[in-house]
């Protein structure tokens, strides 16, 4: 089974074209670098749902948190850690 995971963008490295845009996305504390390809709109701040390295879709802060709390009582991730500024 695959799993797509929120993240909050903490910046985005822009592109001429929108395929090869990134991000730094944080993951409860632990930052990966991810592809907006499929997410063109996205923005820093805002949250998505993580697949493979590519964020895949956007969604609010209640969806993520509502997830965060999903997956912590699975015991498929750590509680979450808030590091925003």
Same mark, same amino acid.
């Not at 490295?13 to 409860?28: H, I, N, P, S, Y």
């Not at 956007?58 to 009582?73: G, K, M, P, S, Y």
């Given at each position: ?22 991000? @730094? ?5 632990? /930052?990966?670098?991810?592809? %907006? &390809? ?5 923005? !820093? ?13 956007? @969604? ?5 948190? /509502?997830?965060?709390?999903? %997956? &912590? ?5 750590? !509680? ?6």
């Amino acid at each position: 089974m695959c799993l797509a995971v929120p993240g909050r963008i903490v910046s985005i490295q822009e592109e001429a074209d929108d395929a090869l845009r990134t991000a @730094v996305v944080d993951f409860a504390g632990v /930052r990966r670098q991810v592809s %907006l &390809a499929f997410t063109p709109e996205a923005r !820093p701040g805002d949250y998505v749902m993580v697949h493979v390295g590519f964020a895949i879709s956007v @969604v609010d802060e209640n969806e993520a948190e /509502r997830i965060f709390q999903e %997956l &912590a009582r699975l015991g498929a991730s750590e !509680p979450r850690q808030d590091n925003s500024p």
